[in-house]
Structure formats: structure tokens, C-alpha cells
């Protein structure tokens, strides 16, 4: 659906990348290698949303490294449709929602990392019925065309854990 309404290939992944986490950070040659596309492609990607002020921009030695802003008044928005596009609204509401004592919800994986995938990958922390969580997520992939896998931590387990904000992105805090 997105890429019907927005036909740049490339601009679809920088979107999925900036905006789905708003810790990612990234240079130009490092998404070239990332995406396998031309740098030349991704600069001009990069200099229009830059210029619309939906990309910052911070040198670090010779490098121009990017991130989302999330001050821009389209930010929530643009942010809003993507998590609608890869289905991860739909795994918070089916899943989260009916599982009783979950503290927090993370998004992990190649989605937390800002790139495409037909898998969700998500860590849930709380005290949950994990023979539910079974039935939820295989409802919930019949529904959204996405394989879901799922970790489940208590608390106590989670807080002996240290996670790296641009790998693990916090969707859902209960």
C-alpha cells in the first residue's frame, strides 16, 4: 500500500528507518551498503528530507550522520502511518492489549532497526499466560500477513538486562 502512494523505493526505507525509531542515526555510506542501492540515490533522499526539515543532520568527523526530527509537526504522523503499514499497530492492539500484567512492550529486530522485514520481532515484559500469547500471535498473524516471534520477560528478569535504545525500541509502556 505505501509504495503506491509513495513510488521511491529508497524513500520508503528512509522512512522505515528515521521514523519508525527515532534513536536511529546513520551516514550516507553506511545506508548505501544497508540498503544495496547507489549513494547517489540516497544523498538526493537524504537532501529533500533534510530541506523539509523531517531529517537532522550532526557532523562527526568527516561524516554527516542523519536522524529524525522529532520536532517536525509531521513527525507523529508520518510515524503513525508506517507502524500501521508494517503491522505493528495491530500486533500492540490484538496482543498487548489482552495479555493482563504486561509492563512494557519493545520492538527488536530488522523493524527496531529501521529496515523492512516480514517478521516483527517483539519483547514483552511482564507476568503473562504465554499459552494466550500462543493463540494471540498466530490470530494476529493471520491478520497482518507477518510472521510475529515474541520474547517474554518478567520483571525481575528484564531489569537484570541492559538494552540498546537504537536495537530496542519501547512501543507500548503499560
Known sequence: MLDTLITSKTRIKLLLKFFLNPESRAYL?????????????????????????????????????????????????????????????????????????????????DFARGKSSDVIDILIVGNIDKAYLLQLVERTEQVIKKKVRHLVYSPAEFEAMELDKEENLLIWNG
Do not use: W
Request: no cysteine.
Open 29 to 109: 555510506r553506511a545506508m548505501a551498503t544497508e540498503f544495496d542501492e547507489s549513494t547517489n540515490a540516497i544523498r538526493l533522499e537524504l537532501n529533500r528530507f533534510e530541506a523539509a526539515g523531517m531529517l537532522e543532520s550532526t557532523s562527526e568527523g568527516n561524516r554527516k550522520i542523519f536522524r529524525a526530527n522529532v520536532s517536525h509537526p509531521l513527525y507523529q504522523e508520518v510515524r503513525s502511518i508506517l507502524l500501521k503499514y508494517v503491522g505493528i499497530d495491530q500486533v500492540i492492539e490484538r496482543i498487548v492489549t489482552k495479555l493482563g500484567d504486561v509492563r512494557e512492550v519493545y520492538l527488536t529486530g
